[in-house]
């Protein structure tokens, strides 16, 4: 048998976190999931914690970065917000992995990669906030209440909960909240409607 390739492993890890979680991320199983020996791993990874580590970082860059870019940067601040907003409605049901991984970073090691991204989508949110007229004191706030929205409707479906309305309703409400008092608002309706027509 040829020897796997490191993004191989990352792949099966990452198709593992996904559906049941960071912790359930491990090389023995992953060894046999993919017909390999523990050394194939060992010659990618230095241990677990590195791949842990790579899937992440992975997870970094579809989860966030990937987000943030879809979010247009030509746009005007509160088109960007409902870009940002449709494209969180539409990875809800794929981010299933990060449902326990806040529970989860600190004892697998990792926490400092969780916060980093965590600060680094509430400082994206903050800045179109602000760009859209807020004090930089409230625009933080605001973007601390739609990541712990999203992290809390995350972890309160993983018991199995039906909210009983669709995501995309509920970010769509969220968005609405959230430029509540800005000059914006009155025009909320219309943006939301073309963000999800885009």
């Known amino acids: ?25 491990r090389v023995e199983v992953l060894a046999r999931t993919l017909g390999a020996t523990k050394g194939s791993f060992y010659w990618h990874f ?16 579809s989860e966030t970065e990937g987000v943030i870019a879809a979010a247009g940067e030509d746009l005007a ?36 990669t969780v916060l ?11 800045s179109v906030l602000s ?4 004090s930089d004191e409230e625009a933080r706030r605001r973007a601390v209440v739609v990541v712990s929205s999203v992290l809390g409707y995350q972890q309160v479906t993983a018991s199995a909960w039906e909210a009983g309305t669709d995501p995309y309703e509920l970010v769509e409400t969220l968005f609405h909240f959230v430029i509540a008092g800005t000059a914006a ?12 027509q885009a």
């Open 1 to 25: 048998m040829a020897r796997l390739r490191r993004d191989e492993w990352v792949d099966a890890a990452y198709e593992l976190f996904q559906a049941e979680g960071l912790a359930a991320v």
């Open 46 to 61: 230095t241990d677990r914690r590195d791949l842990l580590r790579a899937v992440l970082d992975r997870w970094e860059q």
């Open 77 to 112: 601040p509160v088109e960007r917000l409902a870009f940002l907003f449709r494209e969180i409605a539409r990875h809800s049901s794929l981010r299933t992995g990060e449902r326990t991984l806040y529970v989860d970073s600190p004892s697998l090691g990792v926490a400092d």
């Open 116 to 126: 980093a991204v965590t600060e680094r989508r509430v400082g994206f949110i903050a």
């Open 131 to 134: 760009d859209l007229g807020f």
């Open 185 to 196: 608002a009155s025009d909320g309706a219309e943006v939301w409607r073309r963000a999800q």
